[in-house]
């Protein structure tokens, strides 16, 4: 049977499992059982033959969800179904108990029509880049194991809430609005902040597959307008937004005002910093340049890297970082957690930070340095297409500026003015991100870097912002 190679990304597998256009989607039952069995081979053979297995809620989950841990048993792996979960619960799965790895059926906050599978080894280790690919050329040999495994059922939140519950250590009980975007939060988190002694309100925090009042994606602020207002009408001290399968956070102060992920990492690092002199926090490849300044001056080693959670928590480990954040809204803690991201963890976090302070969370930004930076835009570009208008962006930049190339590239312009795009790996786009002094400066080097993407015929600007 064959199977579309593009749906093996980067860090994850993630394709179409419903289309209304009559066409075949990537993920049906079929292909779901195809890669039950090319997983459980691969991890039985790599890591063991123990696996946790959960999964959101999107429409096509279940269904997915039983052919995929069908395939696994017939390689003779011990599934231990977990249930619904969100991805970060299979993770402390793989961390808490005796597993050799961890499976959330998910395609996170892409479009209802998706779905996906993240793996990780024990420890919470992202199975990610080559092994995926390992994974793709095993299935394709059919060079299966074979066995009689077993299916068990668990329930871990309990245990996930004891465990977060004895290394959070709140202040004063605050006011939070939290907003899981119909996604698979809505049944934790709620009763994860309670249980720490906050009040909480809930907005969408109905479970439904067809995210019918936003796209579960807190990256972006107009995701969050429901959640600002509310925050404003409640008198809340913080405002939580998860993505759909909730590694991912956005937080709304209690002015009603969006702060970006990276932006995050500034009272996050202040405060690890003063617990541990000299840690390193890395940061991906779009974060601003004030994040690195700042951690810089406070005494931490700054370190930006590849974006996608797999690149980062492997990064984490090679450097001994007990902080790390994305864009995107990943924020990872090695600090009092496992190392992996985690949505509902760092809310928590953030939400002791401000707890413990007698200041409202509007006040931790002050004295930070005001820029302008972009929100993060996309491109389209399709996927067999993509990484090769990077590699040509990288190569003409490269020429004429400082640059880094770790992902995609990123272009030093000089004082204090930067941009960045690279390929997504979770979509058929380019992302792109732009900072600068003044606005001057800002309009500068976005017209360097779109006139120069103008060029290529395979990117598409027809729906964008440009």
């Known amino acids: 049977m064959d199977i579309n190679p593009l749906i093996f990304r980067a860090y994850d597998i993630r394709g179409i499992a419903q289309r209304d256009d009559g066409g075949t989607p990537d993920l049906t039952p079929e292909t779901m059982y195809l890669l039950g069995r090319g997983i459980g081979s691969y991890m039985k053979k790599n890591y063991g033959p123990s696996i946790a297995c959960g999964r959101d809620n999107r429409l096509s989950s279940e269904e997915l969800f039983e052919a995929f841990v069908s395939g696994m048993i017939t390689t003779g792996c011990t599934v231990t179904s977990i249930g619904k979960a969100t ?26 029509d998706y779905n996906g599978v993240k793996i990780v080894a024990k ?101 969050l307008k429901d959640l600002q207002k509310r925050v404003l009408e409640e008198g809340a ?15 709304i102060d209690e ?10 990492l500034i009272p996050l690092s202040r405060a690890l910093l003063a617990e541990a002199p000299g840690a390193s926090v890395i940061f991906d490849i779009k974060s601003s340049k004030v994040v690195e300044d ?20 492997t990064k984490m480990r090679e450097t001994g970082a007990l902080l790390a954040g994305e864009t995107s809204g ?5 600090n009092r957690w496992f190392g992996f991201d985690d949505g509902m963890y760092a809310a928590a976090r953030i939400a002791e930070l401000v707890s413990l302070s007698d200041k409202p969370f509007s006040t931790f930004f002050d004295d930070i340095p005001k820029v302008l930076t972009t929100p993060e835009y996309k ?31 990123w272009v030093d312009f000089g004082s204090g003015s930067w941009g960045a795009v690279r390929a997504s790996n979770t979509s ?39």
């Not at 990117?459 to 440009?466: A, H, I, L, Q």
């Open 379 to 409: 491109l389209a570009c399709a996927d067999h297409l993509k990484f090769k208008v990077i590699e040509d962006l990288s190569q003409y930049f490269t020429k004429r500026y400082p640059c880094l190339t770790i992902d995609g590239v």
């Open 330 to 334: 990943h924020i990872f803690f090695a």
């Open 237 to 251: 001290d913080l405002g939580i937004g998860f993505d759909g399968d909730g590694d991912r956070v956005g937080v």
């Open 428 to 466: 058929p786009n380019l992302t792109l991100r732009f900072e600068a002094e003044t606005p001057e400066q800002l309009e500068l080097v976005k017209k360097t870097m779109l006139d120069k993407l103008r060029e290529y015929p395979e990117v598409n600007f027809s729906n964008s912002e440009f």
């Open 294 to 313: 700042d951690i810089r001056k406070h005494g931490g080693n700054p370190i930006r890297y590849k974006t996608g959670h797999s690149f980062i928590e």
């Open 87 to 112: 991805s970060p619960m299979a993770y402390f799965a793989a961390c808490n108990y005796d597993f050799d790895g961890a499976i959330n059926i998910t395609a996170s906050h892409n479009p209802k």
């Open 255 to 264: 002015k009603g005002q969006f702060h970006h992920a990276d932006y995050l």
């Open 123 to 223: 420890n919470a280790h992202s199975v990610c880049g080559d092994e995926l690919q390992e994974i793709l050329k095993l299935i394709q040999a059919e060079e299966f194991e074979s066995g009689k495994g077993e299916l068990f059922n668990k329930e871990i939140f309990d245990d996930y809430l004891a465990y977060v519950k004895n290394v959070i250590k709140p202040g004063r009980k605050l006011k939070v609005v939290i907003d899981a975007g119909n996604g698979i939060t809505g049944i934790f988190a709620p009763k994860l902040f309670r249980t720490l002694g906050h009040e909480v309100v809930e907005l969408y925090c109905e479970l439904d597959g067809n995210f019918p009042n936003h796209e579960a994606n807190p990256e972006s602020e107009a995701n």
